[in-house]
């Protein structure tokens, strides 16, 4: 099967008037102006196919938003193509546009001063989706994620949590083939995160809807995402499943211990000690074929033993550990693996 | 795409009605503000009887036809444009271009400003009243001719607004250059052979606001029409169809070029 | 302190360039359309109503360019956005009392207007058409005692608007409202002497007066020395009495916003 998306030697730079400092250089500025050339996005190439689900991660800066605008026809690459449905997402614009869902993290696309339903009744009719299919998609998603009580209140007086809800549902009422997410969790109540990232899964799964996601929070990849595309500083460092990024990492967990009361020095196997605080340590576990048993078998009797807590790598952690390279390991080699 | 743009005016005015006093307030002001400043030349000719020629009644027309044409066209594009630096900046208009929908209808109906109606209210009324006190033969062309002339002013203004809102995609900052519209705008409060031949080239070519009421106007008056003389007649009904080709083609050059499309 | 806000308003003034060059070119097209229409109507007349047409063109600039130099209309636009986003109540806190640092702040932003605009202005006028010198040292002297004034007094009417915005919540309308006074009985575009003589008794007596044109009038020594002074007494008086009622409004203001919060 074709992929339904499909980036080829992908780049986009943008040209930036550079500044002058001072008075003197603005008075310069207005004759004269010279431009730096910014790559937010260096040669990326993937290919998606219908029906999956991708995370697209990477650190602030990293050109996630470049590489969505340019899938969803916002922006044109500098060079490389981008093919999206078999169309130049540019070229057909609008009938790309009906294919597709958006949704913008930071961006509202809801009416502020009037109800929410209005704002998707706007929606049907720019989109010219028939009433039934309407009527029934409206019906079941507001029902996943609970927007019936709040269908009637005006957008203004929705937390951003319910907000955002109401875009994705917003987004998919059109059913559309693929749905792209540009930092849709960002801002959100944990409550919050965990609806949108259900629906999230069960529309990818029980429809077919291809998601694709930007996001800098591991949370998402894991609960949303089997595959994962990272990013950082323009280029494309990973394209596969976490699992697989964790494994050619070799990820160092944190175990972080809370003792009733501080117990003393407390060793333990396979783990190293980072950070004693009396009552609270933390340690690095290095080695990844240690099973957690293993290391906390030691403690299994203490009774002194409040809380433990396992603490993955955040993504500013594993991007620094991708970017530093795996090579002393052997796992990355300089082509990045290629997801399932 | 009709029925949305219908549904998008409808969703304007209910929003509106949500805040109807501070609606009734703001148009009650605009319109004592205008009639101030109408009242200032109506002092002026109290004192003089005419200006360039023009007696009241016939400055009267002058002025309404401009704030007409204005209402209307700025309803249509002002503070949508104004506000489209900020859109384009913080990426919010990025959404209008992923809706299989034209950005320009969506940026105007769904900004559509009711708050003109203040304007076209005064205007009409002091269009009906100098209508009726000037010295015009009225004939089915004449009549068809006026209409023809305000709905080409509404597209005038309507079209140069549009094309300084669209300089945003291309600047960082454009809005300064709204000052210079508004402030060649109030000139064309008065007749042009009142001003310097420079500045009337000005307001016939390169931002053609003459177009907009004083050369229909001082054709149905039968005054002689400076700069274009005999063409000023035809030529009003003309510039604003004229002038919103110009305008689509500038704003899809400009959208292109924000997109990196090239020009 | 209050010598430092303005200093701190004429250097934010001096961030905004591109704005500046716009307001200039406005400015010009203002000042030179005006006088192109005081030539229209006077036509070959050497006087009308004991005015000539060079104190006209003198009338112009002064209560145009010179006068009008002040952005009023920032003042209640500043005011209204620190009454919704609640900055209010921090000045409520400052060491400062509120309107004494508007008056500091706008202060600053006058003078950078003066040097930015009204200069290049006055200047260009002066060369082109010429402009008249003071009738006399004492009419020149009151006219920047009326000018001081004017400001003044423009300054508290947008401040008295601005607080009314507080209750009206509508800085909108009493903008627009202003603006159409302002046009009409400031005098800053047809001075009072044109005016019907219906209404010029009442006209002249109004505040808006004292903003545009009674300083070009003693300017051009169309006032007496005693009746400079009656009308700088009586100037005085409106000043009061606005300043009073922003002390009023400015003291219910508070109250308001201490006992519900903004």
């Given at each position: ?88 997402p540019h070229a057909e614009r609008s009938r ?162 809370e003792f009733a009361a501080d117990p003393g ?9 980072v950070s004693d605080a009396g009552a609270l ?60 | ?263 | ?262």
């Amino acid at each position: 099967m074709p992929p339904i998306i499909e980036a080829s030697a992908v780049s986009k730079s943008f040209r930036q008037h550079k500044r002058f400092p001072g008075v003197l250089g603005a008075l310069k500025s207005l004759f004269t102006q010279q431009f730096t050339e910014v790559m937010a996005v260096d040669g990326i190439s993937f290919e998606i196919g219908r029906g999956e689900a991708v995370g697209y991660l990477g650190p602030n800066g990293a050109g996630k938003s470049t590489m969505i605008k340019m899938l969803t026809g916002i922006l044109l690459p500098t060079s490389g193509s981008v093919c999206v449905l078999g169309r130049i997402p540019h070229a057909e614009r609008s009938r790309n546009a009906r294919q597709i869902g958006v949704v913008f993290g930071q961006r509202s696309q809801l009416w502020w001063d009037l109800p929410l339903v209005d704002s998707f009744e706007l929606h049907r009719r720019i989109y010219k989706i028939p009433a039934d299919r309407y009527r029934d998609n409206l019906a079941r998603f507001s029902e996943l994620l609970a927007l019936g009580p709040f269908l009637e209140r005006p957008v203004r007086q929705l937390s951003l949590g319910q907000r955002m809800r109401a875009e994705v549902v917003m987004a998919l009422l059109h059913d559309p083939q693929i749905l792209f997410l540009d930092e849709p969790t960002i801002g959100l109540d944990v409550v919050a995160k965990d609806a949108v990232r259900r629906f999230l899964r069960e529309v990818n799964r029980e429809r077919g809807v291809t998601v694709i996601l930007t996001t800098h929070d591991l949370q998402d990849i894991e609960q949303i995402c089997p595959r994962l595309i990272v990013v950082n500083e323009a280029k494309l460092l990973f394209d596969g499943p976490l699992s697989l990024l964790r494994s050619a990492l070799g990820s160092k967990r944190r175990l972080k211990l809370e003792f009733a009361a501080d117990p003393g020095p407390v060793e333990l196997p396979y783990a190293k000690l980072v950070s004693d605080a009396g009552a609270l340590k933390h340690y690095l576990i290095e080695r990844e074929d240690v099973s957690l048993v293993a290391v906390l078998s030691d403690l299994r009797d203490r009774a002194d033993l409040k809380d433990l807590s396992l603490e993955e790598p955040s993504i500013e952690e594993l991007i620094r550990s991708v970017y530093a390279g795996g090579d002393a390991q052997g796992r990355m080699s300089a082509a990045p693996p290629r997801g399932v | 795409m009709a029925g949305a743009i219908g549904f998008m005016i409808r969703l304007q005015i209910k929003t509106r009605v949500q805040y109807r006093v501070a609606f009734l307030l703001n148009r009650l002001a605009q319109i004592i503000a205008y009639a101030s400043a109408f009242s200032a030349i109506w002092v002026l000719i109290h004192k003089f009887e005419t200006l360039a020629g023009w007696r009241w009644p016939e400055l009267a027309l002058l002025l309404s036809f401009q704030l007409l044409g204005y209402g209307v066209g700025a309803a249509l594009s002002f503070t949508q444009m104004r506000d489209l630096e900020d859109s384009v900046r913080s990426g919010r208009f990025d959404t209008l271009l992923v809706k299989p929908f034209s950005p320009w209808a969506y940026l105007v109906f769904s900004g559509l400003n009711l708050g003109y109606i203040g304007h076209i209210v005064l205007a009409v009324g002091m269009l009906v009243w100098s209508l009726s006190a000037v010295a015009i033969d009225w004939t089915l062309f004449r009549a068809s001719y006026a209409l023809a002339a305000l709905a080409s002013s509404a597209a005038l203004v309507c079209s140069m607004l549009t094309m300084i809102g669209a300089c945003a995609f291309v600047l960082t900052r454009s809005r300064y250059l709204y000052s210079i519209f508004f402030g060649l705008w109030e000139l064309t409060r008065y007749p042009l052979n009142l001003f310097p031949i420079p500045l009337q080239w000005l307001l016939l070519t390169a931002m053609p606001m003459g177009f907009m009421n004083y050369v229909p106007v001082a054709y149905l008056l039968g005054k002689p029409i400076v700069v274009v003389g005999e063409l000023g007649g035809v030529l009003a009904p003309l510039a604003g169809p004229l002038l919103v080709g110009l305008a689509v083609l500038q704003w899809r050059y400009c959208i292109r070029r924000y997109q990196g499309a090239g020009g | 302190m209050y010598g430092a806000v303005a200093q701190s308003a004429f250097q934010t003034q001096l961030a905004y360039r591109s704005q500046l060059w716009a307001h200039i070119f406005g400015q010009f097209i203002q000042v030179f359309f005006k006088i192109a229409i005081w030539q229209s109507v006077f036509g070959s007349l050497a006087q009308v109503d004991g005015v000539s047409l060079p104190q006209m063109i003198t009338y112009a600039v002064l209560a145009g360019t010179v006068l009008s130099a002040w952005e009023w209309a920032r003042l209640i636009q500043g005011i209204d956005v620190a009454i919704s986003t609640g900055d209010i109540a921090v000045f409520l806190l400052k060491p400062l009392h509120y309107p004494l640092y508007l008056l500091a702040s706008e202060c600053g932003n006058l003078c950078f207007r003066v040097v930015a605009i009204v200069v290049p202005i006055v200047l260009t006028v002066a060369l082109s058409y010429g402009l008249l010198p003071p009738a006399s040292l004492l009419h020149g002297a009151a006219f920047l005692v009326f000018w001081a004034l004017s400001f003044l007094i423009q300054f508290l009417l947008s401040l008295l608007f601005g607080l009314l915005a507080f209750w009206l919540m509508t800085a909108f309308s009493l903008e627009w409202l202003l603006q159409g006074l302002l046009a009409l009985l400031s005098g800053s575009f047809v001075p009072l002497w044109f005016f019907p003589d219906s209404v010029t008794a009442l006209v002249r007596h109004l505040p808006f007066a004292w903003i545009g044109f009674y300083p070009v009038a003693v300017y051009l020594g169309k006032l007496t020395p005693p009746q400079v002074f009656a009308y700088l007494a009586l100037g005085v008086v409106w000043a009061a009495i606005l300043g009073s009622g922003v002390l009023v409004l400015w003291r219910r203001a508070t109250l308001r916003i201490t006992v519900q919060g903004g």
